[in-house]
């Protein structure tokens, strides 16, 4: 059905970003928590690995929040683009400080990291495009009468269309001042 006002193209937009971070946050808690399961059973105990602990502190993270309870977006979306971005942000063998550090690596990619940050692109790409239908439906839609509210919705809607970077489009749906 096509959005009749903007509070409902803001509230449409938002469960859906809401629903996708919400998702998102729990995906990587999980992955994570499957490569911190295992990495406890290979390496010995009390053995330090800086990368293992950025795994652990990401899943406590998501565990603590209440996200049903969460109203501030920006917050969440912070979390998800700083937290997610390190979570995946993989450093090159030689980076690593340990042997440790270098078995959790091998764990991280055994579990094929590669598609699953693929798959969680994927998941936002076609959140976005939805989204994207939305706002043009409801562009298409606006009054004659609101000729200037039409035009920055189009000049935003040209921009938000022609960036690439998933994260960036995100970042342009959470902070912008139409809706």
């Known amino acids: ?48 690995s800086d990368l293992l602990m950025d795994l652990k502190k990401f899943v406590m993270i998501v565990k603590s929040l209440d996200i049903d309870e969460s109203i501030d977006l920006n917050q969440i979306f912070m979390l998800e683009a700083n937290d997610m971005a390190n979570a995946f942000n993989l450093p090159d063998s030689a980076e690593l400080s340990s042997e440790a550090d270098l078995a959790v ?5 055994q579990h094929n990291v590669n598609s699953f940050v693929d798959k969680q692109i994927g998941k936002y790409q076609k959140t976005l495009d939805r989204i994207e239908e939305k706002i043009q439906i409801y562009i298409t839609d606006l009054p004659d009468n609101s000729f200037k509210r039409r035009r920055q919705f189009i000049k935003w809607i040209n921009n938000f269309k022609n960036e690439k970077d998933v994260s960036k489009k995100l970042f342009m749906l959470v902070n912008n001042d139409l809706f």
């Open 1 to 48: 059905a096509p959005l009749t006002s903007l509070k409902q193209l803001d509230l449409y937009v938002t469960n859906e970003i809401l629903n996708l971070v919400t998702s998102s946050l729990k995906d990587v808690a999980n992955f994570n928590q499957r490569i911190i399961d295992e990495a406890t059973h290979v390496l010995p105990p009390g053995t330090k």
């Open 105 to 109: 690596m091998r764990i991280i990619k």
